[in-house]
């Protein structure tokens, strides 16, 4: 496929008013499904589950199967709503959605339509460089997934070009909440950003809550960007695309910015929009089309006949918002100013999606000035090479150990790092891998004075220097002895030991 042509994003922007809206699906971590009893394991069990294992009659839509609605996903869904400043409705009701898509055993989604759970929100979202924007809410309904294809025989793993695909029906009826922004205008040049940031915002909200994961590179959040373009000096809507699962907090930045450019060249060109789901396409940076986007009229919504209405007691809401945890902007806030860091350094930690771990790592013990070095480093550096989520190769707690460890003296950075990958390779606690590998700082003023006589030995004219007053001859002396001991010695004891020898 030729590559689309694509206009400078200022000079788009000095024609045409970016218009956003976004659609977020929220995968909850309920223990069961939303229909039904088949399990909702966490991602790692999820992941490692043979397909079609993690089923029941319901999410295959066999005869004679009935769903039954899952509780904790009606609370989570209130939660979600009630944090996104929504209004919970009294009564609200499930519906079918018709449209047939292998994945779907049923033929249709038990999903919500004109009665959501929650509606008419907002959320505030933070720009890097501090500034709020609002962002309306039109509702948070709750609905079921659908299941999974996987298309063989392509070069690309798409289903253009795939011989035939398998369908594995695992995710099908786990608990979603789908949130639906209302028309987002002024955003401008910053649209990309603002993205970005809203997907960040649902993400720091949901994991505040409990409610998921909200892992993009899982699925466990999934956002689907729509765009379109409006001239200056007009009121006319264009027409939208949505660009579908992007899954990274940098791909929906780039999908947007790259739908601006792609549709302010074929306006300007005198073409038309195409009112279209489109795919984002993470190694070219580009999107395709999908399908034509459908409209509500073409689903044949109607009330789901096998669920009664979902009408939550005013004490049930009042007590969910009463345990809402504190507001994401104000959250980071305050421990921005807690913890003493720079601008730069908190973004660090929040682009990687590390400030649970990193709170969790200063409340096991750790200042934050180590506990942030050790997650945006050598952690994330390892688990970069790995292709791994930082989060999920060692715990907080033994990050805080590791510390504690170095904060000792028992080990310097350099063997402290050795250890981390002896945790993260399963051997045990740091001062289980400390023990078994032998990696303890050696601070016995014998075996230091034996490596110090030995590197002296090799180096006769050094003392000499250090007794003529050029102390920093010692360096070369440490580094021998340093090299001698594996990096175990006790580098200050080692310099206390050879300016004693030098004074005698």
Not at 236 to 263: C, P, W
Request: a negative charge; charged letters at 25%.
């Amino acid at each position: 496929m030729a590559a689309a042509k694509l206009m400078d994003f200022d000079k788009a922007l000095e024609l045409f008013e970016p218009v956003l809206g976004f659609e977020v699906h929220v995968e909850l971590n309920t223990n069961t499904k939303m229909f039904s009893d088949a399990p909702n394991p966490a991602n790692e069990a999820y992941h490692a589950a043979e397909p079609n294992t993690l089923i029941a009659p319901v999410d295959l839509g066999l005869p004679g199967s009935l769903p039954v609605v899952n509780e904790t996903a009606i609370r989570s869904s209130i939660s979600l709503g009630l944090a996104l400043g929504c209004s919970i409705a009294e009564s609200s009701r499930f519906a079918r959605k018709n449209y047939f898509y292998p994945d779907l055993g049923k033929n249709y989604q038990i999903s919500q339509y004109d009665e959501p759970i929650a509606y008419d929100g907002s959320v505030e979202v933070e720009l890097d460089d501090g500034t709020l924007i609002t962002i309306p809410i039109e509702r948070a309904h709750m609905e079921e997934d659908a299941g999974k294809l996987t298309h063989m025989g392509g070069a690309t793993g798409r289903i253009q070009g795939a011989e035939y695909s398998l369908v594995d029906y695992n995710r099908a009826g786990v608990p979603l909440v789908e949130i639906v922004t209302n028309i987002i205008y002024d955003t401008e040049h910053r649209a990309p950003e603002v993205a970005k940031a809203y997907v960040q915002a649902i993400r720091d909200i949901v994991r505040g809550l409990g409610i998921s994961e909200a892992r993009l590179e899982r699925g466990n959040l999934r956002c689907d960007a729509n765009v379109s373009l409006r001239r200056r000096g007009t009121d006319e809507l264009g027409t939208r695309t949505e660009t579908k699962n992007v899954n990274s907090m940098r791909s929906v930045e780039r999908a947007v910015r790259y739908e601006i450019q792609r549709q302010a060249q074929i306006l300007a060109d005198g073409g038309t929009i195409t009112q279209e789901t489109r795919h984002w396409h993470e190694d070219t940076g580009t999107t395709s089309p999908g399908r034509p986007k459908s409209d509500a009229d073409d689903y044949r919504y109607f009330p789901e006949p096998d669920l009664l209405p979902v009408e939550p007691a005013a004490e049930l809401i009042e007590k969910l918002r009463a345990a809402l945890p504190e507001q994401p902007v104000a959250r980071r806030r305050r421990l921005m100013t807690e913890w003493g860091f720079t601008d730069l350094e908190f973004q660090d930690v929040r682009n990687g999606g590390l400030l649970e771990v990193v709170e969790a790592t200063i409340t096991a013990g750790a200042t934050p000035a180590t506990a942030r070095k050790w997650w945006t480093g050598e952690i994330t550096r390892i688990a970069n090479t790995q292709d791994q989520d930082a989060t999920a190769l060692i715990s907080p707690e033994n990050v805080a150990a590791l510390q504690r460890l170095v904060d000792a003296g028992t080990l310097t950075d350099k063997l402290a790092r050795q250890v981390l990958e002896g945790v993260i390779a399963g051997e045990g606690t740091p001062q289980e891998v400390v023990d078994a590998r032998g990696l303890a700082v050696v601070s016995d003023d014998g075996a230091l004075i034996a490596a110090i006589d030995e590197a002296l030995a090799a180096q006769p004219d050094v003392m000499a220097k250090i007794k003529d007053g050029k102390v920093q001859a010692a360096g070369a002396v440490i580094g021998a002895v340093m090299k001698a001991m594996k990096g175990q010695a006790d580098a200050a004891r080692v310099r206390e030991l050879i300016l004693e020898r030098a004074a005698q």
